[in-house]
């Protein structure tokens, strides 16, 4: 019930980071192009001799002006930031990253399960260290008081995601080593789930064959 609901959480987490995000991008995107409409306009309305539409355009883009965006790139950064993080324990558990198995696929046995429980214990080790630094430097950062430019929040919040991904990436490691042990099974994700992959797989095949 509660690994139900850790998984829930970091797949809405996840979600949530990126649609804010995109969200942000587009808003950002559109606001720029809205101010360089409405200059051009002005320029427009000038030299054509247009009084009426170069003071609407003015007011235009007075109003637009008046709203500072400056902060949505900033912002996005972080938001990514995040995402990437928890998105790096969420590859993990879905066994979506890319990885180098070309010495284990030649293995077999005793052999082939030595080295894999080497390789999945190597990364609970790395992402324990990545909790352990990660923390330290939260504290310092922390104890400095540093903020950001644009939005002035307090950085250690921002940088804490490092030390909270990475433990969840170090959990998801030992709940992907205990099952690989206790069952043999790894987690590997299912290209044919990606609309378009399992047709191009096909057209392939048949190519092959030709």
């Not at 938001?79 to 879905?94: D, E, I, S």
Request: hydrophobic content about 55%.
């Amino acid at each position: 019930m509660i690994l139900r609901i850790l998984d829930r959480f970091e797949e809405i987490l996840i979600s949530a980071l990126m649609a804010v995000a995109v969200v942000l991008i587009f808003v950002a995107v559109v606001h720029r192009f809205s101010i360089g409409f409405a200059a051009d306009l002005v320029g427009y309305a000038r030299s054509h001799d247009m009084p009426e539409l170069q003071a609407w355009a003015r007011s235009l883009f007075k109003s637009i002006n008046a709203i500072r965006l400056t902060w949505a790139q900033e912002a996005c950064i972080y938001l990514f930031v995040w995402m990437a993080k928890f998105g790096a324990a969420y590859g993990v558990r879905t066994g979506i990253h890319v990885g180098v198995d070309i010495l284990a696929e030649r293995l077999h046995g005793a052999q082939r399960r030595a080295i894999t429980i080497i390789a999945m214990s190597g990364g609970v080790v790395f992402t324990a260290i990545l909790v352990w630094i990660g923390t330290d430097f939260v504290w310092h950062v922390y104890k400095g008081g540093q903020t950001s430019p644009d939005l002035e929040l307090k950085m250690w919040i921002i940088y804490l995601a490092v030390p909270l991904g990475s433990a969840l990436m170090c959990f998801r490691f030992i709940q992907a080593l205990h099952l690989y042990v206790t069952t043999g099974q790894i987690a590997h994700h299912d290209h044919g789930a990606v609309d378009g992959l399992d047709e191009e797989a096909e057209d392939l095949a048949k190519g092959g064959h030709a």
